[in-house]
């Protein structure tokens, strides 16, 4: 009995201790395991660490590159050795940096511009070449110097006892000759000063900056008043010049207390490629092209007198100049080319495509359906279209242009106009496919007595260069949808921009913030975004407190830019403080800018020239 309580001590014992052996040998291979897990997953973000940081080292090294006198500069680039130039660099300059590295296993650049991806380096980085790409289908590769490009790093385990560890990171870039501004949503060269509450969705530009809680706004005859309102709210990154006292002086005042308090505030960062444009000198070369294409060549000397002896002596001379005209009226069966050494007025046309030439003024008071080729003359043209629609061709005036579209008017190509311009939609739709280039003020009106919202809209696809003050008030602008995709305005003014009186005392159905991603009205709202892109040489004042201010491309002043903004309703001005009385939170700004990035990829020839390409950064993908 003793002997068999031993033997069986004896057997507890040792199956005892062998489940503790067991336990402790699991133990220790749990506890080596995990840190072989630790050390495999820190491994993971080390090298994708070096893969991020490449990609951002490669942007930089390009941003350098682009500038005048480099490698890349603008001047040595053509739409057909842009590709291959850009081949070069990366491998004569980035690859080789990389040689020595035991994170990085290879490099590469595909170019995602046109219809298929293309990796401008063959089968190197071969692993580039079975990756799916979004690519970009732009039409005019062989013309213009756009390009966007996926900057692709492959990156390697260092260690060949830890398992293999590859990453691969992606990240679009976009090649652009656009000038600076329009890579903002928002931004001045001078003083931007942010009262209120407006709402920016992109990046913003400023080299001063001021942020005030209270909105100003003004009554009729009486001084200016303000009016509290939430802080500005920023979706983007806060840039600055590359001056170290602008950035300071921004860091310094930039803090969780001077913007929304439902969104995070806006990280500061620096604009090393940031160029001003040069407004005349841009002005005169794009007219001088338009006139020149109209057998009009000015040289050097855009002035109005040089336009008028221009159209004697190149379309008016040694040809009949007197067109058959009653009581003042051109004989509506004219075809072809009207040249007139007097002024006349268009009451009607029978036969499409007529060009008139005209020494003094042209009147069109159009009761019916109209096609017209060119108008060209030394004088003012006046338009007034009042049943059927208009098609123009060129419009071309030694003095003011002025259109009054109460029903649609379209014009094809180009308006100069050597003095004021006004343009004005009531009750109807017009399209302006061309450019336009006014030598004083341009004004760009609805009906102001719209009793249903406004119903005035201008579809644009145009660059619009004014050397006076710009208007803008009561109507609508889209972006006209032709063959190449929906288009836009980006209009530029050398002198002060007035946008007013837009969507006065109107507000969305939902007025509340539902889009927490952006913050932006739901698109099924019955007021749209203005499709624009806004410039001014000088100072602007901007207002979304009795008016609704919602722009879907960029506003910039090279001057100081203020604006206004509340959140909410306002049904009249005089009782606006009661109103919007601790009544603003979460709801949508009166005064919105979404940047839209359309604009990086559009052709428009008539933009200023720029020094540099700009190098925009897009997405970053880690596979």
Do not use: W
């Not at 490698?71 to 040595?76: A, C, E, N, P, T």
């Not at 407006?198 to 809680?213: D, Q």
């Not at 407004?279 to 009009?296: A, I, M, P, Q």
């Not at 063959?483 to 005392?505: A, C, D, P, Y």
């Amino acid at each position: 009995m003793l002997t068999n309580e031993r033997g069986n001590a004896l057997l507890t014992v040792l199956i005892t201790s062998l489940v503790m052996v067991t336990i402790g040998m699991a133990i220790i291979s749990s506890t080596i395991g995990g840190a072989k897990r630790t050390e495999v997953r820190e491994t993971d973000i080390d090298i994708t660490y070096e893969g991020l940081k490449a990609v951002e080292e490669i942007s930089a090294k390009l941003v350098f590159q682009l500038q005048p006198s480099q490698k890349l500069g603008i001047d040595q680039l053509t739409p057909l050795n842009m590709n291959t130039k850009v081949a070069d660099f990366i491998q004569s300059d980035i690859i080789p940096s990389y040689g020595t590295s035991d994170t990085i296993k290879c490099i590469t650049i595909v170019d995602v511009s046109g219809q298929t991806a293309y990796n401008l380096l063959g089968d190197h980085c071969g692993k580039a070449n079975s990756l799916t790409y979004h690519t970009f289908g732009l039409a005019y590769l062989n013309t213009n110097l756009t390009r966007v490009y996926e900057l692709i790093v492959q990156t390697k385990n260092p260690d060949s006892e830890q398992g293999k560890i590859e990453k691969t990171v992606r990240k679009r870039i976009i090649l652009s000759p656009i000038p600076s501004f329009l890579k903002y949503t928002l931004g001045s060269r001078g003083m931007l000063e942010l009262n209120g509450s407006p709402h920016l969705v992109g990046n913003v530009y400023a080299r001063s900056l001021g942020i005030s809680e209270n909105a100003k706004y003004q009554l009729s005859a009486s001084d200016q008043l303000d009016v509290e309102a939430p802080l500005p709210s920023i979706m983007g990154d806060l840039y600055t010049s590359y001056e170290p006292s602008s950035y300071a002086a921004i860091k310094s005042l930039v803090d969780d207390e001077k913007f929304y308090p439902h969104l995070p505030m806006p990280e500061i960062k620096q604009d090393s490629q940031f160029t001003d444009i040069a407004f005349d000198r841009t002005y005169e070369e794009e007219v001088g092209k338009v006139l020149s294409s109209l057998n009009l060549p000015l040289g050097t000397s855009i002035t109005q007198d040089n336009l008028i002896s221009a159209i004697g002596r190149n379309l008016l001379v040694n040809t009949p100049i007197l067109p058959p005209i009653t009581n003042g009226i051109l004989n509506p069966n004219v075809q072809g080319i009207v040249k007139s050494n007097r002024s006349i007025t268009v009451k009607s046309l029978a036969n499409t495509g007529v060009d008139l030439i005209v020494q003094g003024d042209v009147n069109i008071l159009a009761n019916s359906a109209m096609s017209i080729g060119n108008i060209i003359s030394t004088g003012n043209v006046t338009i007034s279209n009042l049943t059927g629609e208009m098609n123009i061709g060129n419009i071309i005036a030694a003095g003011k242009v002025s259109i009054e579209a109460n029903a649609p008017v379209k014009i094809s190509d180009n308006i100069v106009s050597f003095d004021n311009t006004s343009f004005q939609s009531q009750n109807s739709t017009s399209i302006i496919e061309g450019n336009i280039f006014s030598g004083r003020n341009l004004t760009i009106q609805g009906d102001a007595n719209d009793p249903n919202g406004e119903n005035d809209e201008i579809a644009f696809d145009s660059v619009i260069y004014a050397k006076g003050k710009t208007s803008i008030s009561n109507l609508n602008i889209t972006g006209h949808s032709g063959t190449s995709g929906t288009g836009q305005l980006i209009l530029l003014s050398k002198g002060q921009l007035l946008v007013t009186r837009m969507n006065e005392f109107q507000y969305y159905a939902d007025e509340s913030e539902k889009d927490k991603a952006s913050l932006l009205p739901d698109p099924a709202e019955s007021i749209k975004p203005l499709q624009a892109f806004f410039y001014t040489d000088s100072d602007a004042t901007l207002y979304g407190v009795g008016s609704l201010f919602y722009v879907n491309g960029g506003v910039f002043s090279r001057g100081n830019l203020t604006v206004n903004a509340v959140r909410g309703n306002v049904d009249n001005m005089a009782s606006i403080k009661t109103d919007l009385f601790s009544n603003q939170e979460e709801k949508l700004s009166r005064f919105i800018v979404n940047y839209n990035k359309d604009v990086l990829l559009s052709k428009l020839d008539a933009l200023p020239r720029v020094e540099a390409l700009s190098l925009i950064s897009d997405e970053i993908l880690v596979e």
